[in-house]
């Protein structure tokens, strides 16, 4: 996992949260691993698999959740429910318009409360966005590029292809062949570590090391794309690397600076991109009105 390692009970809810179908979102992290659980786990994996492509839409869903109820138990959900309520209409309107419009458990977004530049994306379409790079956003156009750029992550499945093979290798089979058996403590605690191994390649990507650099530039080419397919002008994207690039070198290495190639090498590369397209769509003050409206901070 990474360096801070979450205690026993915490780890126990995260993976409770991949076997069971029965909580929400909100409400992980109470309830206590079981011999039950273990195997409908064993029944939803069925047959061992050996990559990122053999998990089903219903397991990166639960996959998913357990690395966002990860995030949540490190920052806190920003208590603004018409601002969240906004950023949900936003990102669902743009991820409608992904490659991946329809997505087992839906599409959601949430605002975080922290001053912290940074947006993160969880396998299954959880996608998370702080209240410190919603601030440094302009316009309706910036924001949307922002979500669909993590839109993209998800789209392409970047969150699943951070997974160790020998890892996942090992939860499946682990999953196929012993589902059937009485389980032993040590045989729980074992599946717990995997599990947390497998939860841990994905937060850390997302938390810490970041994607590799080739996944941050599809993502950039996915925010274009869709964000031009949803009506909006893909140079929010733009104008968003450039508030960044301004930044760099004078901000501690935190959040986006930390986990996201340098701004300026993207920047290029959009901006080649985008002069490619033909009728761009305009900029209005319908889209500006109302990212003001919502966002008052």
């Known amino acids: ?139 309706e156009e910036m924001l949307a590029a922002v979500l669909a750029h993590e839109i993209g992550h998800v789209a392409a499945k970047h969150g699943l292809k951070s997974i160790k093979k020998a890892r996942l290798v090992e939860a499946f089979k682990m999953l196929g062949q012993e589902a059937a058996k009485k389980y032993t403590p040590q045989e729980l605690s074992r599946l717990t570590i995997v599990f947390e191994d497998v939860l841990g390649d994905i937060a850390g990507s997302l938390i810490e090391r970041g994607y590799d650099r080739k996944y941050e530039y599809e993502a950039d080419t996915l925010s274009v794309k869709y964000a031009l397919a949803t009506g909006y002008h893909p140079g929010g994207l733009s104008d968003f690397l450039k508030s960044l690039a301004a930044q760099e070198g004078q901000t501690q290495a935190a959040g986006w600076f930390k986990t996201h190639p340098a701004a300026k090498d993207r920047l290029a590369r959009v901006e080649n991109r985008i002069k490619r397209i033909r009728d761009l769509p305009v900029r209005d003050s319908i889209r500006l009105n109302r990212f003001k409206r919502n966002y008052k901070g």
């Open 1 to 139: 996992m990474t360096a801070r390692r979450v205690s026993a009970l915490a780890l126990a809810a995260l993976l409770f949260s991949f076997l069971l179908t029965s909580c929400s979102l909100f409400e992980q992290g109470r309830e206590l691993l079981t011999e039950g659980n273990i195997k409908k786990a064993g029944q939803v994996a069925g047959v061992v698999r050996k990559t990122f492509a053999d998990i089903t839409e219903e397991e990166e869903y639960y996959i998913g959740r357990s690395v966002a109820a990860l995030i949540l138990s490190r920052y806190k959900v920003y208590n603004d429910p018409a601002l969240n309520a906004y950023v949900n209409l936003l990102g669902n309107a743009v991820a409608a318009y992904s490659d991946r419009p329809e997505i087992y458990g839906g599409w959601r977004f949430l605002v975080l409360n922290t001053s912290e530049i940074n947006a993160l994306a969880a396998p299954g379409g959880f996608v998370f966005i702080t209240r410190g790079l919603i601030r440094q956003c302009r316009d």
